[in-house]
C-alpha cells in the first residue's frame, strides 16, 4: 500500500503551517491515515537541531545546511519512510524545496551542491506533491509582526532565524521557491498566498483530492 507524501512551502508568513494542519484534520475527517509533521521537528535529533536553530547562536550558512540535512535525514528515516510504508498521507510543513530556497537562492551556496546534499539525504524520497504557497514577503513578514504583537511577543523573540533577514534576502527565497515550482510543474502547485485561510484551503483541497483515488491509502489508524 503505497502512502502520499504532501509538503508545504513558502516564505514567511504564507500560511503553511495553518494550511498543512487544516488539509491534515480534513483527511482524518474523511478517515485517511494522515500525519502532520515539521521541519526541522518531529524527532528527538530535529526538535533539539529546531531549538539550537531558532536560538539566534551563530551559524555560518554551511553549518546551518547540514544541520537541516541531518534533521531532514533523521525525519525520513524516522517517520516518513515507515508512515508511508503503512500507506499513510504524509504532509510536511516544509521539506527540501526550502533548503533550496533559503540555504541556496537566499544564502547563495552552490545549487548543485544543494541538490546533491537533498539526495543524499532524502534517498532520493521527494513529495508526490509540494504546494507553494506564494505571498509577497512584506506581507508575509507583516503577517509575522502581527501575530507576535497579538501574542504580547518581541518583535524579534527567536522564533524564526529568517524573520530578521533583509528583504531583499527574502525576495531571493520567493523567487527561490517560484523557480522550483516552474521547474517541477507535474509535482508543484502555485497557490496564491493572500486570500481568505478558507479560500486557499480549498484550492490546496483542489490539488490533493485528485491524488488520493489512485493510491491506496488505508483508513485512519495510529502508529
Given amino acids: ?77 524516522e517517520r516518513i519512510e515507515p508512515l508511508l ?23 547563495g551556496i552552490d545549487l548543485e551542491r544543494i541538490g546533491w546534499l537533498n539526495n543524499f539525504a532524502t534517498g532520493g524520497r521527494y513529495p508526490d506533491l509540494t504546494i507553494l504557497l506564494d505571498i509577497d514577503p512584506l506581507v508575509g513578514l507583516g503577517r509575522v509582526n502581527s501575530r507576535q504583537l497579538q501574542l504580547s511577543l518581541p518583535m524579534t523573540d527567536g522564533s524564526d532565524r529568517f524573520e530578521d533577514e533583509t528583504v531583499s534576502f527574502h525576495d531571493a527565497v520567493q523567487q527561490g521557491f517560484r523557480k522550483q515550482a516552474g521547474q517541477h510543474p507535474d509535482t508543484w502547485r502555485l497557490i496564491e498566498g493572500n486570500r481568505s485561510i478558507d479560500d486557499v484551503a480549498a484550492a490546496v483541497w483542489s490539488a490533493v483530492r485528485p491524488l488520493l483515488p489512485a493510491r491506496d491509502v488505508v483508513a485512519a489508524q495510529t502508529l
Fill in 85 to 107: 510504508d503503512a500507506g499513510a498521507v504524509v504532509i510536511t510543513d516544509r521539506f527540501a524545496g526550502s533548503t533550496v530556497a533559503y540555504q541556496g537562492y537566499g544564502r
Fill in 1 to 77: 500500500m503505497a502512502g502520499l507524501f504532501i509538503a508545504f512551502e513558502g516564505g514567511e508568513g504564507a500560511g503553511k503551517s495553518t494550511q498543512a494542519g487544516i488539509l491534515h484534520e480534513t483527511l482524518k475527517d474523511k478517515g485517511y491515515h494522515s500525519a502532520l509533521l515539521r521541519e526541522p521537528g518531529s524527532t528527538e535529533l530535529g526538535d533539539y537541531l529546531r531549538q539550537y536553530l531558532i536560538g539566534g547562536q551563530p551559524v555560518s550558512a554551511l553549518a546551518e545546511l547540514l544541520l537541516f540535512e541531518a534533521a531532514r535525514a533523521q525525519l525520513i528515516a
